[in-house]
């Protein structure tokens, strides 16, 4: 089985840099926990995960509001 199966988050990150990545669960289309668990217990940096969960697209919208 291909690494980005079983560790999804740590190998997007790694391949194309946590802060390319923006996470999102499909709420209210499915229930979020396992979403939330993956990036929770992946073996990445803390930066990098705060940077998945919610830094990125903070980053983004900033970006096109100052455009």
Do not use: C, Q
Not at 17 to 29: F, Q
Not at 31 to 57: F, N
Request: glycine share 14%; hydrophobic share 35%; net charge negative.
């Amino acid at each position: 089985t291909p690494s980005f199966v079983h560790l999804g988050v740590e190998y997007m990150a790694n391949r194309f840099g946590a802060h390319r990545l923006v996470w999102g669960t499909r709420y209210p289309g499915s229930e979020g926990g396992a979403a939330i668990a993956g990036l929770t217990y992946a073996d990445i940096p803390d930066e990098d995960r705060s940077a998945i969960a919610g830094g990125s697209i903070k980053r983004l919208m900033s970006e096109v509001h100052n455009g």
